[in-house]
T-cell receptor, first 116, second 114 residues
């Protein structure tokens, strides 16, 4: 069973640029969430996608946007990058809900973005 | 919205000793409380979780307790080993509301000294 995979693992951008991060969810998982983890802090929820639609969003501005594709993979796009956007971006997937499913999140290893 | 606090921020113990990390949450609607371990350069990995209808759960050397009245939950690691060294995060969520996010605490850096 393949886990959550993210790409790229590291990237460097300059202020004002745009970035796209990619995530392949774990097999059978139809819900994907994105989290931002600043250095020394806990992950912060950006948004969640289910059946190709955003169904939950944290306190992030509209320049953070996303997509989910029919195969449940997902993209996170950030426009007009700011220095404070430097962080580890984590993708997490979860299996279909209901029954005994606890809603556990399965995280990828993240994409580390540095904005100069 | 939900707010999760976590203490201590750093914790050093001798190998074989116990470690305890405590978290509090603010939203009484939260009913699912996972603990994640994050090793350097890796994503968080679930180590144990507890639902609000249970007061305690144990898995080998790891246990979690939940006090819903006081809105706090704790992670207990016994017989610590060097490989337990990592950053640990608690989180709170509403299990059945999949549009709702997980709110994580700020993390505890555990160092197990040989």
């Amino acid at each position: 069973e393949t886990g959550v995979t993210q790409s790229p693992t590291h990237l460097i951008k300059t202020r004002g640029q745009q970035v796209t991060l990619r995530c392949s969810s774990q097999s059978g998982h139809n819900t994907v969430s994105w989290y931002q983890q600043a250095l020394g802090q806990g992950p912060q929820f950006i948004f969640q996608y289910y059946r190709e639609e955003e169904n939950g969003r944290g306190n992030f501005p509209p320049r953070f946007s996303g997509l989910q594709f029919p195969n449940y993979s997902s993209e996170l796009n950030v426009n007009a990058l700011e220095l404070d956007d430097s962080a580890l971006y984590l993708c997490a997937s979860r299996p279909p809900g209901g029954g005994s499913n606890t809603g556990e999140l399965f995280f990828g290893e993240g994409s580390r973005l540095t904005v100069l | 919205g939900e707010n999760v606090e976590q203490h201590p921020s750093t914790l050093s113990v001798q190998e074989g000793d116990s470690a305890v990390i405590k978290c509090t949450y603010s939203d009484s609607a939260s009913n699912y409380f996972p603990w994640y371990k994050q090793e350097l350069g890796k994503g968080p990995q679930l180590i144990i979780d507890i639902r609000s209808n249970v007061g305690e759960k144990k898995d080998q050397r790891i246990a979690v307790t939940l006090n819903k009245t006081a809105k706090h939950f704790s992670l207990h690691i016994t017989e610590t080993q060097p490989e337990d060294s990592a950053v640990y995060f608690c989180a709170a969520s509403h299990r059945y509301n999949y549009g709702q996010n997980f709110v994580f605490g700020p993390g505890t850096r555990l160092s197990v000294l040989p």
